[in-house]
């Protein structure tokens, strides 16, 4: 098998090989030669260049016995595309380059324009399958509308996210047109992204949590469901919703090909609950990267022992890879996953 056939195999809860392996957020700052070109270029501008881009997304496999890449890119280019842009604050989050607080900020959102304002991705991933070749797989992303929401009303990165909460319930007028204008422009930037030769799509509604219970299906899910619906099953959709394994039944009913789950969760459990036939993705602390080789294998062996024999499991981490992490705990976990050493 191939690692592309491998990936897309387990992708659809079909026997494999061994468990394929990629890792969320995996090229960055613990490699030195990502470090380096940060010397060079500033991320935005790494985004926003299809062979920088390219070039950061392919580091992580020139080192690691990766199954798939993901697209170097970020959650918050729909936002820029719609006209609101960001930036990193001095002080360490993200920051919106004004804040989205009236009707009239939301009504000037212009989704018209999505893949021209946003070739720059479709670009890096053609470079980055020309590159890769026909044997690894190649993911895009995007962020849910709802988690994007959360930074556009709240100006960035937040300590409550009290704004957005403010306006699904006290003007819920304005925060539709906020999300149905999110959706249409998601679906139409991951149907190029398809088009530009990813294999699977994940979804990071990182922000699900926030979302009192009684309104996650309306504030977050529903709209999860309607871009995964008018992507016609072009390819497997991941979906990531951090702090949401309670909400695995609705989670699935959003029609995602592919759980993702967080460290929290118990996989053996959660495989138990869900039966055969869905499949799922994780769950490693990425935390223990940034400890021991010796930790992390005592730690990646516990997670597929969870996993277990049933077909349908893709292995990750719980949530992004961390600056801190250390080359040779990754090469450790490589080596349990894989069956071999690194080379």
Request: include cysteine; charged fraction near 25%.
């Amino acid at each position: 098998m191939t690692p592309r056939e491998r990936f897309l195999a387990a992708a659809n809860s079909q026997p494999v090989d061994r468990p394929p392996i990629w890792l969320m957020r995996q090229a960055g700052r613990y490699l030195p030669e990502y470090r380096e070109l940060k010397t060079q270029h500033d991320f935005v501008t790494m985004v926003r260049t299809p062979e920088l881009a390219a070039e950061v997304t392919l580091q992580p496999l020139k080192r690691f016995p990766l199954d798939a890449a993901i697209i170097f890119s970020d959650i918050l280019v729909i936002p820029e595309a719609l006209g609101q842009g960001y930036h990193f604050r001095e002080q360490g989050g993200i920051g919106m380059d004004y804040l989205l607080d009236t009707k009239e900020k939301i009504e000037s959102l212009d989704n018209s324009k999505i893949t021209e304002r946003l070739s720059y991705v479709a670009d890096a991933l053609s470079t980055t399958r020309s590159k890769l070749g026909d044997d690894t797989a190649l993911l895009g992303f995007c962020g849910s509308p709802w988690t994007l929401a959360c930074y556009m009303v709240e100006g960035g990165s937040s300590k409550d996210y009290m704004s957005i909460k403010q306006l699904a319930w006290e003007h819920p007028e304005q925060f539709e047109m906020l999300m149905q204008k999110l959706t249409d422009g998601i679906v139409e930037y991951l149907h190029m992204q398809i088009d530009a030769g990813a294999d699977a799509l994940q979804i990071f509604d990182s922000w699900g949590s926030l979302c009192p219970a009684t309104h996650y299906e309306a504030w977050s899910l529903r709209w999860i469901h309607h871009i995964i619906n008018e992507l016609k099953a072009r390819v497997p959709v991941i979906l990531y919703a951090k702090g949401m394994g309670h909400k695995a039944a609705d989670l699935i009913h959003t029609g995602a090909s592919i759980l993702s789950l967080d460290w929290t969760i118990n996989m053996r459990r959660m495989r138990q609950k869900l039966g055969h036939g869905i499949a799922v993705q994780g769950n490693l602390d990425p935390i223990t990267l940034s400890t021991s080789p010796e930790i992390v294998r005592k730690e990646a062996i516990r997670v597929l022992e969870d996993a277990g024999k049933q077909p349908g499991f893709i292995f990750n981490l719980g949530h992004g890879m961390v600056p801190s992490a250390k080359i040779e705990c990754v090469e450790a976990l490589m080596e349990v996953v894989t069956g071999r050493r690194n080379a």
